[in-house]
Structure formats: structure tokens, C-alpha cells
T-cell receptor, first 114, second 112 residues
Framework: AQSVTQLDSQVPVFEEAPVELRCNYSSSVSVYLFWYVQYPNQGLQLLLKYLSGSTLVESINGFEAEFNKSQTSFHLRKPSVHISDTAEYFC????????????FGTGTSLTVIP | DTAVSQTPKYLVTQMGNDKSIKCEQNLGHDTMYWYKQDSKKFLKIMFSYNNKELIINETVPNRFSPKSPDKAHLNLHINSLELGDSAVYFCASSSKPGVTQYFGPGTRLTVL
């Protein structure tokens, strides 16, 4: 069963426009949630994470994500994107009942258009 | 200092050959992973070791064999390489299973 779903495989957006990358997960147990970013020809870097506490988490470069337990979502948002945000974005979930195994989504390719 | 390093960065080889990819982490983590990323960017976990013991072994051909000589190293050996093995292979580590993973820069394997 697919634990993480990223519905949008490609998202083109104009520079300085807002963007939302969607992530939904399926789990009946507690989870940790993550967003990773992969710039061209590089490895994955942690962008932000939710472990507990405040449901709104932020990154240092202006991205934020909100954990919504009722909708089992962890969408990533940025109010104004830059060219340098062009990258592949992966949502991931760690489920407490599977030995804490990680599940990655299929990725969303964000392209910022000048 | 590089937290998670992999060698080589690029690997081009012929079908049928045997090759190894090395991974080292200097973060003091107990858990290490190998992932395969295909041309569509899909990321698939292959193996995970915790304290040098195999804890995840996904459906991977037995031509792939991980080896963990110590907690800081997890190497991947591939026998009888096939065209379909061409991909980018990422090593990662975490302090324990299920928490933040730190990725290496990847090894791009091309099988001709």
C-alpha cells in the first residue's frame, strides 16, 4: 500500500508567485513527516520536518508546511518562489508501527519560470 | 567535512562486470541505507543497516549485496551488472531508524 502520495508530478510556476506542493499520507498510527529537496545533480537535503508540537513548521529559505492530522496531509507552501527554488521535492513519512521505516513519495518537480 | 560521502561519483561499466560503491558517514549514526533512484526520479529503498545488522531488505536481486564493516561504513557490491541497474544510488544515514536521514551526493552508475 502506498503510504505517501504526491499528486502533482510537475508544477510550473512563475517567479515571485506562490506555490503549494501537495502531500498526503495513509496511516492510522503516529507519524513523523519530512520534506526533502533535490537540486539538479545533487543528493537529497532535508528542507523541514514535523516530529511533534506546533503543526506549522518552517524552513530557513521561506518554505513552510502544515501537518493536518484530520486530512492526513503535509502540504508544502511558499508565498513567493525564486528561480533557485527549481528542484525536485520529496515528501516522506516515518510510521511508528513498521519499525520506523521511511516511505518516500514519488516526488514533485518544481520549475520556476522567469 | 562531508557528513555522508560516496565513492565513486560516476561509474561506467560493461554488462556482466562486478562493481562496488563505498559509503562512509562521520555523523556517528547507527543506521545506514542504500536507495536507488531511477530516471524518473523515483526513490526506492534497497537496504538498511542498524548497528551493523540488516533491518530492511527490500525486493532486490541477490546480485546486490550490502556489507557493513563497521557502523560508519555501508558498501554496496553488485555482481553481474545488467542494463537495468543503471541509476543513481544514494547512501544515507540517521541516528536511529525513522528519524531524519542525511544523504550522500549519489553515485551515477551507467551500465553499457
Amino acid at each position: 500500500a502506498q503510504s505517501v502520495t504526491q499528486l502533482d508530478s510537475q508544477v510550473p510556476v512563475f517567479e515571485e508567485a506562490p506555490v503549494e506542493l501537495r502531500c498526503n499520507y495513509s496511516s492510522s498510527v503516529s507519524v513523523y513527516l519530512f520534506w526533502y529537496v533535490q537540486y539538479p545533480n545533487q543528493g537529497l537535503q532535508l528542507l523541514l520536518k514535523y516530529l511533534s508540537g506546533s503543526t506549522l513548521v518552517e524552513s530557513i529559505n521561506g518554505f513552510e508546511a502544515e501537518f493536518n492530522k484530520s486530512q492526513t496531509s503535509f502540504h508544502l507552501r511558499k508565498p513567493s518562489v525564486h528561480i533557485s527554488d527549481t528542484a525536485e521535492y520529496f515528501c516522506a513519512v516515518s510510521l511508528f508501527n513498521t519499525g520506523n521505516q521511511f516511505y518516500f513519495g514519488t516526488g514533485t518537480s518544481l520549475t520556476v519560470i522567469p | 567535512d562531508t557528513a555522508v560521502s560516496q565513492t565513486p561519483k560516476y561509474l561506467v561499466t560493461q554488462m556482466g562486470n562486478d562493481k562496488s560503491i563505498k559509503c562512509e558517514q562521520n555523523l556517528g549514526h547507527d543506521t545506514m541505507y542504500w536507495y536507488k533512484q531511477d530516471s524518473k526520479k523515483f526513490l526506492k529503498i534497497m537496504f538498511s543497516y542498524n548497528n551493523k545488522e540488516l533491518i530492511i531488505n527490500e525486493t532486490v536481486p541477490n546480485r546486490f549485496s550490502p556489507k557493513s564493516p563497521d557502523k560508519a561504513h555501508l558498501n554496496l557490491h553488485i555482481n553481474s551488472l545488467e542494463l537495468g541497474d543503471s541509476a543513481v544510488y544514494f547512501c544515507a544515514s540517521s541516528s536511529k531508524p525513522g528519524v531524519t536521514q542525511y544523504f550522500g551526493p549519489g553515485t551515477r552508475l551507467t551500465v553499457l
